[in-house]
């Protein structure tokens, strides 16, 4: 069962509510609270997932849907539409994201994919300003709006804290998987008068990864142990409506436990910290296409839902 963080308020800012979402409803946690002997109910999605203190409670309740089901048609649901969703992590001590780790979008942008064992993943980070919700706006810089990009991306939300994990046990300590949109400003340069430095294309691409809402996360987290497989995962990104990016998780170069693996090698992971592992081709800036006011975007991925979000 997937999990979303909701909030009945209108108010995109507060912690929000925990609740069972199936894409067109959602049945808040609490109305399950008679069923568990445990302290219930969290309004910390962490708590419900693998690594989180009610995950075994939650596992055999949901195990037993005979039990649930009385509970279901006692509450009904809401309806997902109309009530505001919230990034499944609302403060993620890191977000980390892989750049070139789909061989065909190292190609369409020009460049040439390495195998991998002859490479490693390249990780950056964007700030926890660019995280933004299911629905809200993705809004258009006005320091630099003609080149705005979509990037659709698996994310890996991390359920136990690590460091220096092997390759074969790095799934053990992931808590779910969620959709991530990875907007990018293609050609963002600060100061066009600027004298040029040698490092000032690899540092415009980085801060054009920044802005402000340019991290849309959600609808919800699948959880990891009804997901035993997370390079098997269909891909679909749709501007307006048309298909821009069809692909599979199976097309990584770094499958999401090198890349736990490789990450943690070097950096310890906490409870909630997301790495989102790159981007298909499929992208607009080959193509000559950019995000402009109006559009809407759906991002895809398969057991999971669709993350939409206006552009404004």
């Known amino acids: 069962m997937r999990l979303c963080r909701f909030n009945l308020n209108d108010d995109v800012t507060e912690l929000g509510e925990v609740g069972i979402y199936d894409g067109q409803s959602i049945f808040p946690m609490g109305a399950f609270s008679s069923l568990l002997r445990t302290a219930w109910p969290s309004n910390n999605i962490l708590d419900y997932l693998p690594g989180g203190e009610l995950h075994q409670e939650w596992r055999k309740l949901r195990n037993n849907v005979q039990r649930l089901m009385p509970v279901f048609e006692q509450v009904g649901s809401l309806r997902a539409d109309q009530v505001p969703l919230l990034a499944p992590i609302p403060d993620p001590s890191k977000i980390l994201l892989l750049a070139g780790n789909y061989s065909k979008h190292i190609e369409e942008g020009g460049g040439k994919a390495e195998e991998r064992a002859k490479t490693f993943p390249y990780v950056f980070m964007k700030p926890i300003t660019t995280l933004n919700n ?150 607009g800036h080959p193509k000559g296409k950019h995000l402009k006011p109006g559009d809407v975007v759906e991002a895809e991925i398969e057991g999971i839902g669709v993350l939409r979000n206006p552009v404004e």
């Open 134 to 283: 299911p629905g809200a706006p993705i809004r258009i810089p006005a320091v630099s709006p003609d080149n705005i990009d979509w990037e659709l991306e698996l994310g890996v939300i991390i359920g136990r804290r690590c460091h220096g994990v092997s390759e074969a046990e790095a799934l053990d300590y992931v808590a779910g998987y969620t959709v991530v949109n990875d907007i990018s400003d293609r050609v963002f340069k600060p100061n066009p008068e600027r004298n040029q430095r040698p490092k000032d294309v690899f540092f415009d691409w980085l801060h054009g990864k920044w802005h402000d809402t340019f991290c849309p996360m959600g609808p919800c987290v699948l959880p990891a142990d009804d997901c035993p497989d997370p390079q098997s995962l269909k891909m679909t990104l749709k501007v307006n409506g048309q298909v821009e990016q069809d692909a599979s998780t199976a097309d990584m170069v770094f499958p999401v436990a090198a890349i736990v693996s490789f990450v943690s090698s070097f950096v310890t992971l906490e409870p909630g910290d997301i790495i989102s592992t790159g981007t298909p081709d499929g992208v």
